[in-house]
């Protein structure tokens, strides 16, 4: 039996989910107060049916008024209900709260820019400290497909919003937790029975999750030794989900920053799959079973060639492995398939991944000049690619392609190479020339932008 307090709170909140459908309501009901008496209804009731109900007023409204999530934000409704996350045992509690929550983390983190954010700290005070290890324990005490997909999309919505806590997340087991699964997603792949019952949206906030806090190397141990790279591996191997397959690389990218890294994604079969899902896309190979031409998308492919660009970054041994698994063919044709469609991102990416599995590697450079990739990278720079990256990426690729490689060489002269790259450093040499202060801060910033792309790059 609810008290009077509750019940009347109770009422209030049904009341406002069937009647605050429309954004004018919805508008209404935060002019007239209507989020502060909810807020008080969380912060004052024990009763689990009114958090439940307050929690999903919240949700309702955060997810699509940005005056709504200011004013959430504002009276410190973040630390409610992380709150409510930390003590509540009932698991439509946690599920209505952590709804509630995630709507307001996803909407902060599109509009947080916003000037009318400026002021504003969503976690604040002791929470700012206890977010991450609460974010975590919802993961774990999940136990169930819709919670713990949105566990997981807690947490990368939390760490987006706040870099800061990618670190301690992973400390509190985030890496882990997420880490699970995924297997869990490869298990059931594996397990014929069972194949038909993969919850793909939810293997795809994992992968998400894990792709932000692998932007930290404070969590690249914890993933390691997870075995991580294998379990991301076999994921991107069985799934035909875009989102999967363009994450899952980019985590792989963010992990192999170090030699040891690249090795363990290469010892279980890195080298291959990134390959294969482009050798799929240029027509080498036939597609998954079940998957469409639409899943490997442009971005999918932006996102292989730079764990590609990653994994062979001063790495004579995964080059072999790259080469062997038929990179340098299939780079070339994507290369020149995306020349034709201006696809300029996979352009850029495409170049560097031809330029770092060429340098030291005589048979990558024979086979890149067999398939005509000569020509491939210098009609990067006759077609004038828009940005400069892109033209100084094909340019470092033509200087690992033709290094002491007669044949290279000449194909590079029969194909008015040493003319396009004069015109290039003529116009390049002009709109650097040192006029002034500007000229100068000009010419710097043009010399370190390639550090703000997805893969490393090296030079022989």
């Given at each position: 039996?609810l008290?009077p307090?509750?019940a009347?709170a109770?009422?209030?909140?049904?009341?406002a989910?069937?009647?605050c459908?429309?954004?004018?309501?919805?508008?209404?009901?935060?002019?007239?107060?209507?989020?502060?008496m909810?807020?008080?209804?969380?912060?004052?009731?024990?009763n689990?049916?009114?958090?439940?109900?307050?929690?999903?007023?919240?949700?309702s409204i955060?997810?699509?008024?940005?005056?709504?999530?200011?004013?959430?934000?504002?009276?410190g409704?973040?630390?409610?209900?992380?709150?409510?996350?930390?003590?509540?045992?009932?698991?439509?509690?946690l599920?209505?709260?952590?709804?509630?929550?995630?709507?307001?983390?996803e909407?902060y983190?599109?509009?947080?820019n916003d000037?009318?954010?400026a002021?504003?700290?969503?976690?604040?005070?002791?929470?700012?400290?206890?977010a991450?290890?609460?974010?975590?324990?919802?993961?774990?005490?999940?136990?169930?497909?819709?919670?713990?997909?949105?566990?997981?999309?807690?947490?990368?919505?939390?760490?987006?919003?706040?870099p800061?806590?990618?670190?301690p997340?992973?400390k509190a087991?985030g890496?882990?937790?997420?880490?699970?699964?995924?297997?869990?997603?490869?298990s059931?792949?594996?397990?014929?029975q069972?194949?038909?019952?993969?919850?793909?949206?939810?293997?795809?906030?994992?992968?998400?999750?894990?792709?932000?806090?692998?932007?930290t190397?404070?969590?690249?141990?914890?993933?390691?030794?997870g075995?991580g790279?294998?379990?991301?591996?076999?994921?991107l191997?069985?799934?035909c989900?875009?989102?999967?397959?363009?994450?899952?690389?980019?985590?792989?990218?963010?992990?192999?920053?170090?030699?040891?890294?690249?090795?363990?994604v290469?010892?279980?079969?890195?080298?291959?799959?990134?390959?294969?899902h482009?050798?799929?896309?240029?027509?080498?190979?036939?597609?998954?079973q079940?998957?469409?031409?639409?899943?490997?998308?442009?971005?999918?492919?932006?996102?292989?060639?730079?764990?590609?660009?990653?994994l062979?970054?001063?790495?004579?041994?995964t080059?072999?492995?790259?080469?062997?698994?038929?990179?340098?063919?299939?780079?070339?044709?994507?290369?020149?398939?995306?020349?034709?469609?201006?696809?300029?991102?996979?352009?850029?990416?495409?170049?560097?991944?031809?330029?770092?599995i060429?340098?030291?590697?005589r048979?990558?450079?024979?086979?890149?000049g067999?398939?005509?990739?000569c020509?491939?990278l210098?009609?990067?720079?006759?077609?004038?690619?828009?940005?400069?990256?892109?033209?100084?990426?094909?340019?470092r690729?033509?200087?690992?392609?033709?290094?002491?490689?007669?044949?290279?060489?000449?194909?590079?002269?029969?194909?008015?190479?040493?003319?396009?790259?004069?015109?290039?450093?003529?116009t390049?040499?002009?709109?650097?020339?040192?006029?002034?202060?500007?000229?100068?801060?000009?010419?710097?910033?043009?010399?370190?932008?390639l550090?703000?792309?997805?893969?490393?790059?090296?030079s022989?």
């Amino acid at each position: 039996m609810l008290d009077p307090v509750d019940a009347a709170a109770l009422k209030f909140a049904e009341n406002a989910l069937q009647r605050c459908a429309t954004p004018m309501l919805q508008r209404k009901f935060v002019a007239l107060g209507g989020v502060d008496m909810i807020l008080n209804f969380l912060s004052m009731s024990v009763n689990d049916e009114v958090v439940s109900k307050a929690a999903q007023v919240l949700q309702s409204i955060a997810g699509s008024s940005n005056q709504a999530c200011l004013r959430i934000a504002k009276l410190g409704g973040v630390p409610m209900l992380l709150r409510q996350l930390r003590q509540t045992r009932n698991r439509e509690v946690l599920l209505s709260v952590t709804l509630a929550l995630r709507s307001v983390l996803e909407l902060y983190s599109e509009v947080r820019n916003d000037d009318v954010w400026a002021d504003v700290e969503i976690f604040t005070g002791q929470w700012l400290e206890d977010a991450p290890e609460v974010m975590v324990q919802v993961l774990v005490k999940s136990g169930g497909e819709q919670l713990t997909r949105e566990a997981s999309a807690l947490i990368y919505f939390g760490c987006t919003c706040r870099p800061a806590m990618m670190a301690p997340v992973g400390k509190a087991g985030g890496v882990h937790e997420l880490l699970k699964v995924c297997s869990d997603a490869v298990s059931k792949q594996r397990s014929s029975q069972e194949a038909s019952n993969i919850d793909w949206v939810t293997a795809e906030w994992a992968v998400n999750a894990l792709c932000v806090l692998l932007m930290t190397e404070a969590n690249h141990e914890a993933f390691a030794a997870g075995s991580g790279p294998a379990t991301l591996v076999s994921l991107l191997k069985i799934s035909c989900v875009t989102e999967i397959l363009e994450q899952g690389a980019r985590a792989l990218s963010n992990f192999m920053c170090t030699h040891r890294s690249q090795q363990q994604v290469a010892s279980v079969g890195g080298a291959e799959v990134l390959v294969s899902h482009i050798q799929m896309y240029v027509g080498q190979k036939p597609l998954k079973q079940g998957m469409d031409e639409d899943d490997l998308s442009c971005g999918v492919m932006e996102q292989m060639c730079a764990a590609i660009c990653n994994l062979t970054f001063e790495n004579d041994s995964t080059r072999v492995r790259v080469g062997d698994a038929g990179g340098c063919q299939c780079l070339v044709l994507l290369l020149k398939r995306e020349m034709e469609d201006q696809g300029e991102a996979v352009v850029r990416q495409a170049c560097a991944a031809i330029g770092n599995i060429c340098k030291k590697n005589r048979t990558n450079r024979s086979l890149v000049g067999a398939w005509g990739g000569c020509e491939a990278l210098l009609d990067v720079i006759r077609c004038g690619a828009p940005t400069e990256q892109t033209r100084m990426q094909a340019v470092r690729a033509i200087g690992n392609v033709a290094m002491r490689m007669p044949d290279n060489q000449l194909k590079f002269t029969a194909a008015d190479g040493p003319r396009l790259l004069l015109i290039l450093v003529e116009t390049l040499s002009l709109r650097l020339a040192p006029v002034g202060a500007a000229a100068a801060l000009e010419a710097e910033k043009s010399s370190t932008s390639l550090s703000s792309q997805h893969g490393r790059y090296a030079s022989e």
